[in-house]
């Protein structure tokens, strides 16, 4: 059975770095039981590992996955990247089965609309609204959170050097400042940190990178900073990497 690791209680998110470790999913053909109950600000966590779901993934993607996942991933150039696509789809189609009693294929999907503009290419969304889920992924890996609120998660690569000097410019003012004052080794893997938390807020609000990111502060140090009405916290993962869920209270 695949362990469910909760977020902690509201509180501790106030007192101090909290770094939730999430379930790793195991690959086909292992069955999942359906899970208990999502429950208000306890997010539920899963890791994908490209290299061990790839395999069956492939084979079993024209089983699991819908017209459009199987297009979107043939359109991808590279062939790790087509391969943690349908990883990452694979996975969430299961988890959101198993959560609702249906085969992975029978979970219908659609678009929330647009906070920014009102179109209908908001987040993804079940349309009854009884579960959220968010996913992120990036060559490699993959995380997948369902939740009972509103739900955002981002996984990132630490990034090379040149490539924070460029991205910086975009972070909220102090948010750079945090960077600027850090010895220069250490500033990848805190672009990283704050990265990660800032998308995962923006994919939780429904916007993604349509919105500012210099808008909002969530901190660059080990304490995530919660915009008002959120949970913020860094996510366990392997080295060389970040992760973050925000959550709705």
């Known amino acids: 059975m695949i362990p469910l690791i909760p977020a902690p209680p509201p509180e501790l998110y106030e007192s101090g770095p909290v770094l939730l470790r999430p379930a790793v999913l195991p690959p ?4 999942l039981p359906r899970p208990p109950g999502v429950r208000p600000l306890r997010p539920q966590l899963w890791l994908v590992a490209t290299e061990a779901h790839r395999d069956t993934a492939a ?3 024209s089983l699991v996955l819908d017209a459009a996942e199987l297009a979107r991933a043939e359109e991808f150039r590279r062939p790790g990247d087509r391969a943690t696509y349908l990883c990452a789809h694979v ?33 993804p969304v079940l349309p009854d609204g009884r579960l959220h889920f968010s996913l992120s992924h990036c060559e490699g890996l993959s995380l997948i959170a369902v939740a009972a609120g509103p739900v955002g998660v981002d996984i ?3 990034p090379p050097p040149h490539l924070v000097t460029e991205a910086a410019e975009v972070l909220h003012p102090v ?8 010895a220069e080794a250490r500033v990848p893997d805190a672009f990283a ?10 994919k939780g609000l429904g916007v993604g990178l349509g919105a500012d990111p210099a ?17 913020l916290a860094d996510v366990a993962v392997p080295d060389g990497h970040h992760a973050a869920v925000a959550l709705l209270r």
């Open 91 to 123: 996975g969430l189609r299961r988890l959101l089965g198993a959560h609702l009693g249906v085969a992975p294929r029978s979970v219908t999907m659609e678009r929330a609309p647009c906070p920014c503009c009102g179109g209908a290419h908001g987040r």
């Open 215 to 231: 808008a909002e502060y969530v901190g660059a140090g080990p304490v995530p900073a919660a915009p008002p009405g959120w949970y």
């Open 28 to 31: 086909l053909p292992a069955a």
């Open 59 to 61: 084979r079993y993607a």
């Open 193 to 202: 940190r704050v990265w990660t938390r800032k998308e995962a807020y923006l």
């Open 175 to 182: 948010e750079a400042a945090e960077l600027t004052a850090l």
């Open 156 to 158: 990132e690569r630490v």
